[in-house]
């Protein structure tokens, strides 16, 4: 199976998106039962991670929090004025691997897989591989 | 081969548990010889990482270290009071994918797989998916 | 595919070194089309990322902030006055995945693959596997 784009605008600098019905979605359509999902984003100033998809406190709290230690002015040289979402990027990683089995994206009862937006508003994307057993 | 499970009993708030020998149980008893083994916590207030495995006080200056740049109070809005472990799980990240060759988990001399409780005490699982070559 | 190893010298006691090269070649000479690469440090000190190919002051802010953030002395316990490297390495991650299709390492534009040397200067290695479809 080749890999598959999902497409995303963001509307703010930082922001944290709910992708886990996109990549449900993406195993669904494609007949995909048992194997590992790579979900993997092309960019430099935007991560993937997965955590908790109930109360959207926290969301906002992980962006506060990474605001804090990591502020946008912080006696940085790269010119574009953005190596706060590199560094940003850089922790939160910018994959995340997930188990798949008979047929669904094996997450926690609370875990939702997010796009984490650093550098934003931009049109962004994300590629899903899915190497099957 | 279907997805594995260990399970755990944390026993304080922040806690960081060797795991390498219940993974490569798993390894052992399936035959497993050759692929990729990932190992994902189906929670978000935990996380798994690939660290030293000899000094005890390497551990302690991690948990020390997060503890002191993400504190348990920190202003968050979260109800739960637990936001410090799920941007601590954010960052240490929810699951590792390891080597597998020669039916060995292809690890460092120095590296172990570590559970990481940030909100803890609790009854914990892994969940260790192997794809075979 | 037996895992390959690419090795290393870094030269100073933080540093990162791209190292997106040598995993292509890696594809290229076993003749690699579509899978999984995984790239794996074996050491508790460095990491691997991936991010900005282009303006090196990423790099050099990316170091800054994680010298500011994690310094080398900092009430450590760790005898050996390296605890601020092995937290370094948990916070950037021990290993990345990418995915391979068409016999190319699919990365965004700007994106490269880095190896980050946190307790230099050391002769460093990096396990490369690829599980293919």
Redesign the interface.
């Known amino acids: ?3 598959k784009e999902i497409q995303l605008q963001t509307k703010r600098r930082t922001e944290v998106i709910d992708i886990t019905t996109e990549v449900s979605e993406i195993l669904r359509a494609n007949g995909i039962e048992n ?2 999902a ?1 979900i ?5 100033t935007a991560g993937i ?4 998809n109930a ?1 959207p ?2 969301k ?3 962006l ?3 605001n804090r ?2 502020p946008e002015i ?7 004025g953005n ?1 706060d979402a ?2 940003k ?11 798949v ?1 008979d047929g669904r994206l ?6 939702g897989v997010y796009f984490c937006e650093y550098d934003g508003p931009r049109t962004r994307k994300v ?1 899903v ?1 899915i ?3």
């Open positions: 199976m080749k890999l194997g590992l790579v993997f984003v092309p960019h430099t991670t997965i955590n908790e109360d406190s926290v906002r709290d992980f506060t929090k990474m230690m990591i912080d006696g940085y040289t790269h010119l574009e190596s590199h560094i990027t850089i922790l939160t990683n910018p994959s995340q691997t997930v188990i089995e094996m997450l926690g009862t609370w875990q590629w591989k190497l099957e057993e």
